[in-house]
């Protein structure tokens, strides 16, 4: 058994040397290439960008080959294509509509003559009338009623600092140039992770699941 495990072992290496070696192979021939264009200044092509973006994404000794420019270049360059990916892409869909006018007037009047009436409440009456809209749009035009002055937010989280949990979402990308949502919370006493997920699709339900 001892015997089987270090020969396991042995191949993994083996072949894990020989795929940095033919990392290390291609790398060093595409810079080669670069060299001999007839150019004064190092000419980098948009091609020449996209292969190291995407070899330092799968080789983890990448910076070791690299002559023609330093790590950090080839780091920018991923944030380039990622910006000029996503810019291009929000192009295509128009943003969100703006609400009626009508429908605006009547959440501030239905919170305004109902004050103890909450955003869930108001949204379910506009749709008894036949308009279907967000909760995030009623808290958007709702009546904001004064409140009576209470403890500043300082004082709040002195007291109860160790019962509080914060939760955020923020994101990552990937080299396939794909945005993963990372869902976290942190208890405010010790600064500790309590909980985290991660998600291509954030919907509400699945963010409920996570808190419960």
């Given at each position: 058994m001892q015997f089987t495990k270090l020969f396991f072992i042995a191949l993994f290496k083996i072949f894990s040397c020989k795929a940095?070696?033919?990392?290390?192979?291609?790398?060093?021939?595409?810079?080669?290439?670069?060299y001999k264009r007839?150019?004064?200044?190092?000419?980098?092509?948009?091609?020449?960008?996209l292969?190291?973006?995407?070899?330092?994404?799968f080789w983890s000794k990448w910076k070791s080959?690299?002559?023609?420019?330093?790590?950090?270049?080839?780091?920018?360059?991923?944030?380039?294509?990622f910006k000029i990916y996503w810019c291009l892409k929000s192009r295509k869909k128009p943003?969100?509509?703006?609400?009626?006018?009508?429908i605006r007037r009547l959440i501030r009047k239905l919170s305004q003559e109902?004050?103890?009436?909450?955003?869930?409440?108001i949204k379910s009456e506009l749709a008894l009338l036949g308009y279907d809209v967000a909760e995030s749009t009623v808290a958007k035009y709702i009546f904001k009623h004064p409140k009576p002055p209470s403890q500043t937010w300082r004082t709040f989280l002195k007291n109860h600092a160790a019962d509080i949990v914060a939760c955020d979402f923020f994101s990552i990308y990937t080299v396939t140039l794909r945005v993963y949502y990372v869902f976290i919370m942190l208890r405010h006493s010790d600064r500790k992770i309590v909980h985290f997920n991660i998600t291509q699709n954030p919907?509400?339900?699945?963010?409920l699941q996570q808190i419960r």
């Open positions: 940095d070696l033919i990392a290390e192979n291609i790398s060093l021939r595409q810079q080669l290439a670069i007839k150019h004064k200044r190092i000419p980098i092509k948009n091609s020449d960008r292969f190291w973006i995407f070899i330092s994404k080959a690299l002559i023609i420019v330093k790590p950090a270049t080839v780091v920018r360059w991923h944030k380039n294509l943003g969100r509509p703006k609400i009626e006018t009508e109902n004050p103890k009436w909450g955003v869930p409440h919907t509400m339900e699945w963010t």
